[in-house]
Nanobody, 126 residues
């Protein structure tokens, strides 16, 4: 599956942004999906994941309660709604897909990701 992320930008501390990821292919609903981020000088880290059906979600502790991941299998898209953004959320955000048919847990680590989209930059200023 090929992925294309969009929606990054610059916001003030406490602001909101919505990231979207469009996926190609007819079997999008067979893939658990996730979002990761990478800040300057840091390793890529897990942000959020959603099961192939959308029935299960998983969040990093640092974003829990502020970010919401969702998907629309009819439109082959996965979104990340980010509220109460903080300067420490500044990073390049990447959309990710696990291997076809695998459980959500697979896309909670970089090692489990099978496909990466190009990143989109989110900048939060204080």
């Amino acid at each position: 599956v090929q992925l294309q992320a969009s929606g990054g930008g610059s916001v003030q501390d406490g602001g909101s942004l919505r990231l979207s990821c469009a996926a190609s292919g007819r079997t999008f609903s067979s893939y658990a999906m996730g979002w990761f981020r990478q800040a300057p000088g840091k390793e890529r880290e897990f942000v959020a994941a959603i099961s192939w059906s959308g029935g299960s979600t998983w969040y990093a502790d640092s974003v829990k309660g502020r970010f919401t991941i969702s998907r629309d299998n009819a439109k082959n898209t996965v979104s990340l709604h980010m509220n109460s953004l903080k300067p420490e959320d500044t990073a390049v955000y990447y959309c990710a897909a696990g291997p076809k048919g695998h459980a959500i847990v697979v896309v909670t680590t970089t090692q489990g990701v099978e496909s990466w989209g190009k990143g989109t930059l989110v900048t939060v200023s204080s």
